[in-house]
């Protein structure tokens, strides 16, 4: 099974390999941060969703925000193409590759000029509970005659 902490931990883990040198926040975080700086939010969008008796379908959205202190548009797009090109088209997480879903730059803020990175990932997953009682080794029969009949 794949946490959420997982999840993002290995995305986290693309960021600092693309742009090593950039401080990385989660959302929480709202003042006393420097810049440049990414914030990584995850966002549930199918959570655990039940699709048979054995299998369930998770969806999430990154959204990674690049906040400047003066806003350089080369520098924006240079920043989301490391992103981009470092995370390829699956995000490792452990021993799976999650595909990519619909990345895309878009633009946030009250004047639309904070840039951002946005993808999708969707993933099956087997949640069938292992067996815990012990595997029978032996069973003894005994049978009965009757009238020369078993």
């Known amino acids: 099974m794949i946490s959420i902490k997982e999840l993002k931990s290995n995305y986290i883990k693309v960021l600092r390999k693309a ?79 999650l595909f990519v879903e619909e990345p895309e730059v878009q633009y946030t803020g009250q004047t639309k000029n904070i840039i951002q990175f946005v993808f999708k990932v969707d993933f099956l997953e087997n949640c069938r509970q292992l067996e815990t009682e012990q595997t029978v080794k032996e069973i003894e029969v005994k049978e009965m005659v009757n009238n020369g009949h078993s």
Do not use: C, W
């Open 19 to 97: 742009v090593p040198d950039m401080k990385i926040y989660s959302n929480e975080v709202e003042e006393g941060y420097e810049t440049p700086s990414l914030f990584v939010q995850m966002v549930p969008l199918i959570f655990k969703q039940r699709e048979t008796a054995s299998i369930t379908r998770s969806s999430y959205m990154f959204e990674t925000t690049f906040l400047q202190y003066k806003k350089n548009e080369a520098e924006q797009l240079e920043i989301m193409e490391k992103i981009r090109d470092t995370l390829g088209d699956h995000l490792k997480v452990g021993d799976r590759k």
